[in-house]
């Protein structure tokens, strides 16, 4: 079974600070995506990096980063120097290879306080 | 770019009403899918879609069906409307080609809430 698992439900910060997100994944195939979404108040998902399962580089992104380790089934997400704008849902997500169903984790509410 | 849109942002409605939530690609994708998002359990897949005419059931199908009569379109139904269908919808559509193959487009998604 797939499974997708977003440990912390709720995370508050005061802007400048750096936060990780956490997300811990199962499955059994050898070739699959990961992915993160972030939802705004406004309500659309929006994409903002996908993983296959070959590729275990980090990624840097402005401020975002990803940390894929495969040893421990994980997909982390840090944001650097957070901003208030950064408060939204972030929702990671798994993909097999064959055929397109998404598995998301439970969400992580972050907040990001002035 | 890709394009999909939801009937409606935010629906109040009754229960035990019949309720039609609409979703429009304009991709030309194969495969579209409903889901319900709901605090502490994320996007749940209620069904999907792989051609004009097939679906199949997703995680959650209780309570729901849909209709797809035309490939740009995937139709989400309630045939009587419950308090626990209350929740956010989010239709998606995804293509089994290009170079990132069955990557998800989400709509703007709809907030129900039945009454």
Redesign the interface.
Known sequence: AQK?T?AQ?EISVVEKEDVTLDCVYETRDTTYYLFW?KQPP????VFLI?RNSFDEQNEISGRYSWNFQKSTSSFNFTITASQVVDSAVY?C?L?SNQ????I????TELSVKP | DVKVTQSSRYLVKRTGEKVFLECVQDMDHENMFWYRQDPGLGLRLIYFSYDVKMKEKGDIPEGYSVSREKKERFSLILESASTNQTSMYLCASSSIQGPWPYEQYFGPGTRLTVT
């Open positions: 997708v977003q439900t979404y406004s309500g659309e998902l996908r929702f997500a993909r055929g397109g169903k998404l998301f984790g439970q969400g």
